[in-house]
Every structure is written in structure tokens, then in C-alpha cells.
């Protein structure tokens, strides 16, 4: 690794990076930003394809820029872990993550770093900050999805939300955002129970520091079958399956919301001497939502105000939680 440590390193996790191109796309991205002042620091998770070799030949090209993390000590680690060891090796003030298989615009460096440039000179240097934008959801083809990754899923990041909410409903997309060295130090290693690296960062920065949400489309959020994230479902979706088996239907909700639980629970435990009274009672709370009874649950959204973005979606977990 280079002994100068540049401002900004992009952190990039990868496996199965072969398949469709998609890796050797997103290094086109990247190599084409108005910004170029930046490292890349990359992780192949293992992959049985020719990822590795794809990162090889584009070092060949960029030696200087192009780093790759335990090149000759091949393990899986997950999607979350593998993220976390890349972390774990970054050295910059400023850090953006990436993913395998997106397009980013020509200015989203650019952009990201001004907007972090902003908020350190509005915050200070040590406090935990991040910055994210909107995206544009397309297929594996690059048809457009919808014009808005935030529209889509139905989320409000730019409207005030509790630390109760973001405890209940992580938003970020970690490869449209960008993070200073304080986040990186106040969120640790990522712990397995996480789930969702970006969500430990949303949920770190909202406690210990500040949140910035940017209307702006920063990239190509390709969706596909491959994609680790959830794809969203139509409202009247949803309907029909509540009243096809609402039983059923109940206990698949509560499945689909363990990840946000455990997420809640490992902050907790990592946090909860850090603090304050309030953000550790919205905390505790979702952590040990599923051993509350049912009017505890309902006090507890309440007094937390554990809501969601979405009035509607508030609504049905009050009913169903």
C-alpha cells in the first residue's frame, strides 16, 4: 500500500463480480469521475469466478490507485463482513462505499466530497458525519425501475426522524453515501449481528453525530436478482397476502423484520454506556420489542416514536406489531 494516504479511499466489496460485466462497469464509473483524487481499497469475498482476476488486470493499469485486501488470503465473509474488513483498512479522512454492480455519475465524488467539506466545517472534524443521496433504480439491462431509489421504497430521509425511527428503518444505501474518519472510529468493527454495514453507519452517525440527506441522484441502483437488498412490495401486494393467510402473513412480518431487531440489539450492547437516556431507551426498546406484550409494544412506539417514513407503514405496525 502507497505510504501517502489520500483524502478519500472508495471502499469496495465484491463476490460473483464476473457475472454480466457489472464489475468491469462500475470501475468504468469510477475511473471516469470529475474527481480522481482518491484510492480504491477492494475485497474479493472469495468469489469461484474470475473476480480476482478482474481486480488484477485493473491494478495492472492503476497500481497507484488500486488496492486489494487480502489478496492471497482468500475467505468468505459475508456481504456485511466483507464490507466490515474493508473498513477496517481504510486510512482516509473521508470514506464512500461501493458496490459490484451500479453505475455512478461522473460527479458523485465530486459531490459527496463538497458536501462532506460542508458539513465538517459546520460540525467540526471530530464529529461522527454522513452524507448520502437519492439514487435511480434500474434492471439488470439498465431499464429505469423509477426515478427514485427514495420514491420507491417510500422513504422521507430528509424529514426530521427520531433516533426511535431510525433504530425501526435504516435508509441509507451505503454505496450513496460518504463518511468521515470520526464514523469510522465511533462505529468500530462491524459485528456480524449487524446485518447491514451501512445500516451500523445510519444508525452510529444518528446517535453520535449528524445525518445528511441530499435530493440528489448520484447513481444507477441496479436492481436484479443478485442484489443483496430487498426489493420492495405494492401496498395492494401486500393486502392480498394479509388476507390470504393473515396468520402466516404475520409471522413472515415479523421474519422480514429480524435483521432491523438484531441490528438494534448489537448497538445496544455496543453502545449503551454511550448513550444518551433517550436514544438508549429507543434502543433498548427495539432491541426487546418481541418480549413486550401488546400494549408495551403499542407504549413503546409511541414513547420512542418508533415510525416509520411512511404514515401508512406507521399505521400497519402499530396494528400488526
Not at 103 to 120: F, G, I, N, S, T
Not at 160 to 182: D, H, K, P, Q, W
Not at 219 to 233: E, G, V
Not at 274 to 288: C, F, G, I, V, W
Amino acid at each position: 500500500m502507497p505510504d501517502q494516504t489520500p483524502t478519500l479511499e472508495i471502499a469496495m466489496a465484491v463476490y460473483g463480480g464476473e457475472h454480466g460485466g457489472y464489475l468491469e462497469q462500475q470501475l468504468k464509473t469510477l475511473f471516469a469521475q470529475t474527481n480522481q483524487a482518491w484510492r480504491l481499497l477492494v475485497r474479493d469475498d472469495a468469489s469461484p469466478d474470475r473476480t480476482l482476476d478482474i481486480l488484477r488486470a485493473w491494478r495492472e493499469r492503476y497500481p497507484e490507485r488500486i488496492v486489494i485486501i487480502d489478496e492471497n488470503e482468500p475467505r468468505r465473509l459475508g456481504f456485511c463482513g466483507n464490507f466490515s474488513r474493508v473498513l477496517e483498512v481504510t486510512q482516509a479522512q473521508y470514506v464512500m462505499l461501493c458496490d459490484q454492480d451500479d453505475l455512478w455519475y461522473p460527479d458523485k465524488v465530486e459531490r459527496a466530497v463538497q458536501a462532506m467539506l460542508k458539513l465538517e466545517d459546520q460540525f467540526g472534524y471530530d464529529t461522527p458525519l454522513l452524507s448520502h443521496t437519492d439514487l435511480r433504480p434500474v434492471d439488470g439491462s439498465l431499464h429505469i425501475i423509477a426515478p427514485s431509489f427514495w420514491a420507491l421504497y417510500r422513504f422521507s430521509p430528509r424529514h426530521y426522524r427520531s433516533f426511535g425511527s431510525v433504530c425501526l428503518e435504516t435508509v441509507i444505501s451505503g454505496m450513496a453515501s460518504i463518511f468521515n474518519r470520526a464514523l469510522i472510529q465511533k462505529a468500530g468493527k462491524i459485528p456480524p449481528e449487524a446485518v447491514f454495514h451501512d445500516g451500523w453507519l445510519e444508525i452510529t452517525a444518528a446517535a453520535f453525530g449528524y445525518v445528511e440527506a441530499r435530493p440528489e441522484i448520484s447513481a444507477d441502483y441496479r436492481r436484479h436478482t443478485s442484489n443483496a437488498s430487498p426489493s420492495p412490495r405494492s401496498i395492494l401486494f401486500m393486502l392480498l397476502r394479509i388476507l390470504k393467510n393473515p396468520i402466516a402473513w404475520r409471522r413472515g412480518y415479523w421474519l422480514r423484520r429480524e435483521p432491523k431487531l438484531s441490528l438494534a440489539k448489537a448497538f445496544f450492547e455496543r453502545f449503551r454506556d454511550d448513550l444518551s437516556t433517550p436514544d438508549r431507551q429507543a434502543a433498548q426498546a427495539m432491541a426487546e420489542f418481541r418480549q413486550k406484550n401488546f400494549w408495551q409494544r403499542r407504549h413503546a412506539i409511541i414513547k420512542h416514536r418508533l415510525f416509520y417514513s411512511s404514515p401508512l407503514y406507521t399505521l400497519a405496525f402499530f396494528i400488526l406489531a
